[in-house]
T-cell receptor
Framework: KNQVEQSPQSLIILEGKNCTLQ??????????LRWYKQDTGRGPVSLTI?????NTKSNGRYTATLDADTKQSSLHITASQLSDSASYIC???????????????FGTGTRLTIIP | EPEVTQTPSHQVTQMGQEVILRCVPI?????FYWYRQILGQKVEFLVS????????KSEIFDDQFSVERPDGSNFTLKIRSTKLEDSAMYFC????????FGPGTRLTVL
């Protein structure tokens, strides 16, 4: 069964500190891996997208890494800000036979809280 | 920047009633999706829609649910005879490659 597992479940850090979130997946075949930020009561917003051939992708203070051999990814947040408080969701995409449609499998998310 | 919009933002209904959740996808997108997120749980795929028909659906998407694209802009999710366990955030997404999500509709079934 295709699964995406994330750790830790929740994390609290001081403003200005760095943190790293982990994602392990068993989805196969694999098209791309994404990290989304989801504020409470809002829809997910894409941070990074990586294909299986990419090892790292940055978006400002967010840097995602991917090891397709071990099926692991991480999201590193540098110099955290209060606005980074949100859930961070790892999502793995694979193509289905139907019209080339892609299907997303969501992880359970890491709830990140930044405290001043 | 174009975005996916959803209405209403919050819907409260009595158990057994029918609800229709509405979405306006990004205008040049051809693939449309509905997802559900029960409070505290992960986002779950419900259904995808392409060329005016369902292309994929999950086991959650049973006969209680239906989707429709009644005109050139709206994409709707109808839930018949709502149950307490249907209470959740419902997200619409559209894509022409990467999926873009709407802000969601919070459905509360009393």
């Amino acid at each position: 069964k295709n699964q995406v597992e994330q750790s830790p479940q929740s994390l609290i850090i001081l403003e200005g500190k760095n943190c790293t979130l982990q994602c392990n997946y068993t989805v196969s075949p694999f098209s791309n891996l994404r990290w989304y930020k989801q504020d409470t009561g809002r829809g997910p917003v894409s941070l990074t997208i990586m294909t299986f051939s990419e090892n790292t992708k940055s978006n400002g203070r967010y840097t995602a890494t991917l090891d397709a051999d071990t099926k692991q990814s991480s999201l590193h947040i540098t110099a955290s800000q209060l606005s980074d408080s949100a859930s961070y969701i790892c999502v793995v995409s694979f193509l289905t036979p139907s019209f080339g449609n892609e299907k997303l499998t969501f992880g359970t998310g890491t709830r990140l809280t930044i405290i001043p | 920047e174009p975005e996916v919009t959803q209405t209403p933002s919050h819907q409260v209904t009595q158990m057994g009633q029918e609800v229709i959740l509405r979405c306006v996808p990004i205008s040049n997108h051809l693939y449309f999706y509905w997802y559900r997120q029960i409070l505290g749980q992960k986002v779950e795929f419900l259904v995808s829609f392409y060329n005016n028909e369902i292309s994929e659906k999950s086991e959650i998407f049973d006969d209680q649910f239906s989707v429709e694209r009644p005109d050139g802009s709206n994409f709707t999710l109808k839930i018949r005879s709502t149950k307490l366990e249907d209470s959740a955030m419902y997200f619409c997404a559209s894509s022409e490659g990467q999926q873009f999500f709407g802000p969601g509709t919070r459905l509360t079934v009393l």
